[in-house]
């Protein structure tokens, strides 16, 4: 997730531009309640969901490493399948 419309943009352009993803989309409003470094939030927040190959997700979390916001920002991946005309 993303503290604003801006970073999300930003992030999910360049992995788009950089055909490190498929398809990002930015899902808004969200609201997201954590507990960071012992204090309790209650924010709004951008969640990106983005679909690429197994073989991107090092370059991915390279970027991210680089230019999320955030000090921990969560970045969970699984494997599934899509219809081959997607692939």
């Not at 808004?28 to 690429?52: A, D, H, M, Q, R």
């Not at 090092?58 to 920002?73: A, F, Q, V």
Request: glycine share 2%; aromatic share 14%; net charge neutral.
């Amino acid at each position: 997730s993303y503290p604003n419309k801006e970073t999300s943009e930003r992030d999910a352009t360049y992995l788009v531009e950089n055909n490190l993803v498929k398809c990002a989309k930015i899902i808004s409003n969200v609201t997201s309640i954590y507990k960071y470094k012992g204090v309790l939030y209650n924010e709004n927040e951008f969640y990106v969901k983005i679909k690429t190959v197994k073989s991107k997700i090092n370059d991915i979390e390279n970027y991210l490493n680089k230019n999320h916001p955030y000090e921990t920002y969560e970045f969970i991946y699984h494997e599934s399948n899509s219809s081959t005309k997607y692939e």
